[in-house]
C-alpha cells in the first residue's frame, strides 16, 4: 500500500465565484522509501500541493480531494489535535531559506529538542540529558562539525548551509516517515547544494524514509530523484522514472523544460524558450493549460481537455504524447497545427 | 559521483548574547550613564532607611523652612532644608525613590501584561476579535492621557494604589498596538509556518514562538513607559489624586509647596528636579535599549 495516496486534489483562493485555481485535481501516490521529484516553474503549484498534504492551506485558500491519506490515515478529516500529532512525528517539512525557517530566539539545540520532548521516545521525553545527547547525534549525521558547541548556537550564527543542516536535522529527530523538502538547495551555492543533496538521500536510504524534494531545478532532480512528477500550472502534467523522463519525456512541456536548459542549447545564440507566459488566475485556458504555448498545438487541445493517460509510472496528460523521439503520436498531424498565440 | 568533502574549517565558538547585547549597548555614552543613575537609583531606594539621616515624616517643629545647607541659615543636619512643616527634604526625597520606582514598576507591568496578552490576541486570532480590541484601544488613546488617569482615578478614589491602576490604564493602549503590530509582522514568517509544521498548538505558537521574537520593542517602550508613569504619578500628585500627605512622593511635595515658590523655593525645585533626574535616566536608558536591541538600527 503507497505511503500517501492522493487523488483529485483542489486547492483554490479567492472568492467561490471566480476562484484562483492554485492546484486542479492533482493526483500522485507515493510509496515507502522513495525519492520523488516534484518539478515546475514558480506558480506551478508545487509548495500548494505540499502545504495542502500537510494541512496547512487556511483562509482565503480552499481544498478539496477525493483522497488523501497518509498511511491509512485520512488527512482530509483529521481533528486539529490528530493532526498536530501526526505531523512533526511521521510527516516533516523542511524550507527553502534556513535562517529563516529557524526561530531567530532560541538556540538550535533548543529547537532540535523541542520537537523531541513532544514527540520523541519515552526516555526522550522525560529527560533533558537524553534529548540533548540525541541533538549532538543528529547534528553529526548531518555532518556539523563540532556538534556539542554548535548546540549553543542562534540561527543568525550560522551560515546558509548549516542552518539548512540543521533544519533536516529538526526535521528528521523524529524519524518521520515522510520528509517534504521545499527548494532545499534554491538558497544556497553550488558546492553546498551538492553536499545537501548528497546528505538528504543518504539519509532516506538509511531510514527508509520517503521524500518528496520539490524543485524547479531539473539537475537536482535527475541528481536526486528516482521518479518525477511535472506540474504546469497548478495541474499534474506527467509522471516517469530518472532518467527515461529526460531521456524521452511525453509531455511537451517536459520536452520544452529540457530544451530550454543551457546544456542542451550549445549549439545556438539563444536558448530555446516556451513562448507566451503561464496561465494566471483569470485566464486559464478552457481545455489543455499549455495550448497557447504548445508548439503542436491542434483544434482537439483547445476543445477537449485531456486526462492523464499511459502505462502506468508513464503517463501524462496531453492528447497526443510524445515518443521516444520527441515527435507527437496517436494520430498527430502536423497540417492541423494552429499557431501558438 | 564524486564524493564531496564535508565542511572542514571550525568555526570559532559563538558569542554569547548577553555579551553580544552589551558591547551593542556600550556603545552610547548616555546609555551608560542612564543604565549608571538607574542602578544607583534603585540602590537608593533599596536602602533607603539606611541612607536617609531622617524618617521621612518626622516634624522639626522648630526648623520649618530652613534653607539648604549652603543658603543663609542653613544647617548640615538638614542638607537639602525642610519643608513648610518641618520635615527634611532629603530624607523625603530619598524614600520618595521607593515610592517612584514602584510606581514605575508596578504600573508597567500591570500595562505590559494586559498589553502584550491582549495585542498577541488580536494579532494571531485577527478578524472580528482584532476589531473589536483595537477600536477599544483607539478610544482609549483618544483621550489625553492625563484626563484619562484623572477620569480613573475619580471613579476608584484618591490614592496611591488607584493611581498606579489609572496609569497602567493608560499604558495599556500603547503596548497593545506595538505587540499587534509586531506579531502580525512575525506571523507569516517561515519559522512560524515551520514550527506549525512540527506540530506545535496555538498556544504555544503565541507565547513560545512568536512572542519572544516581538520582545524587543516592548522592552524599549517599557523602559519608557517608566518614565513616564513616574511622570503621569507625579501629576496626579499634584493635583491631590494620587498619593496623599504625608507620603513623600515627590508629585505631592511639589503640589504642597507651590506657595512657597518665592519665599523657599529649595522645596519646590528639589523634588523637581528628582523628577527630572529619574525621568531623565529612565530616557537614556530606553534609548540605549533601542540602539541596541532594534535590528533595523544596527550598524
Known sequence: MPLVEVEDLCVEF?????????????????????????????????????????????????????????????????????????????????????????????????????????????????????????????????????????????????????????MIATAIACNPRLLIADEPTTALDVTIQAQVLTLLERLAHERNMTLLLITHDLAVVAETAQRVLVMYAGQHVETGPVPDIFDAPRHPYTQALLA???????????????????????????????APRCPYAVARCSAEAPAMHGPPGRASRCHFPLDDAGRPTHGWSAAERVAAT | ?????????????????????????????????????????????????????????????????????????????????????????????????????????????????FGVILGLIAGYFRGLTETVIMRVMDVMLALPSLLLAIAVVAILGPGLANAMYAIAIVLLPHYVRLTRAAVIAEAGRDYVTSSRIAGAGTTRLMFSTILPNCLAPL?????????????????????????????????????????????????????????????????????????????????
Open chain 1, 14 to 166: 479567492g472568492p467561490t465565484s471566480a476562484p484562483a485555481i492554485a492546484v486542479d485535481h492533482v493526483s500522485f501516490a507515493l510509496d515507502e522509501g522513495e525519492i520523488v521529484g516534484l518539478v515546475g516553474e514558480s506558480g506551478s503549484g508545487k509548495s500548494v500541493t505540499a502545504l495542502a498534504l500537510l494541512g496547512l492551506i487556511e483562509f482565503p485558500g480552499r481544498v478539496d480531494a477525493k483522497r488523501m491519506t497518509f498511511a491509512g490515515h485520512d488527512l482530509l478529516h483529521l481533528s486539529g489535535a490528530e493532526r498536530r500529532r501526526l505531523i512533526g512525528k511521521d510527516l516533516a517539512m523542511i524550507f527553502q531559506d534556513p535562517i529563516a525557517s529557524l526561530d531567530p530566539c532560541y538556540t538550535v539545540g533548543y529547537q532540535i529538542t523541542e520537537a523531541l520532548a513532544e514527540h520523541g521516545s519515552e526516555a526522550e521525553r522525560r529527560d533533558g540529558g537524553a534529548r540533548r545527547l540525541r541533538a549532538i547525534e543528529l547534528l553529526e549525521q548531518v555532518e556539523i562539525p563540532d556538534a556539542a558547541a554548535r548546540l549553543r548556537a542562534f540561527p543568525h550564527q550560522l551560515s546558509g548551509g548549516m542552518a539548512q543542516r540543521v
Open chain 2, 1 to 113: 559521483m564524486p564524493d564531496v568533502a564535508p565542511i572542514a574549517t571550525l568555526e570559532p565558538a559563538p558569542v554569547g548574547p548577553l555579551k553580544e547585547f552589551w558591547r551593542a549597548y556600550a556603545q552610547s555614552r548616555g546609555a551608560l550613564i542612564g543604565l549608571g543613575l538607574c542602578i544607583a537609583l534603585v540602590l537608593i531606594a533599596i536602602f533607603a532607611n539606611v541612607i536617609a539621616p531622617h524618617p521621612p515624616n518626622e516634624q522639626y517643629r522648630d526648623f520649618t523652612l530652613t534653607p539648604p545647607v549652603w543658603g543663609a541659615g542653613g544647617t548640615a543636619r538638614f542638607i537639602l532644608g525642610t519643608d513648610p512643616v518641618g520635615r527634611d527634604i532629603l530624607s523625603r526625597l530619598i524614600h520618595g525613590t521607593r515610592l517612584s520606582l514602584a510606581i514605575g514598576v508596578i504600573s508597567v507591568t500591570i500595562s505590559l501584561t
Open chain 2, 219 to 299: 522592552i524599549v517602550q517599557a523602559t519608557l513607559g517608566f518614565s513616564n508613569a513616574i511622570l503621569d504619578a507625579a501629576a496626579l500628585g499634584f493635583l491631590g489624586l494620587g498619593a496623599q500627605p504625608p507620603t513623600p512622593e515627590w508629585g505631592s511635595m511639589l503640589a504642597s509647596a507651590l506657595e512657597f515658590i518665592q519665599r523657599a523655593p529649595w522645596v519646590v525645585t528639589f523634588p523637581g528636579l528628582a523628577i527630572l533626574i529619574t525621568v531623565l535616566a529612565f530616557n537614556l536608558m530606553g534609548d540605549g535599549l533601542r540602539d541596541a536591541l532594534d535590528p533595523k538600527l544596527k550598524r
Open chain 1, 260 to 290: 530550454a536548459l543551457p546544456e542542451h542549447n550549445l549549439d545556438r545564440e539563444r536558448l530555446r524558450a516556451i513562448p507566451g507566459h503561464v496561465p494566471g488566475a483569470y485566464d486559464r485556458p478552457p481545455a489543455c493549460l499549455l
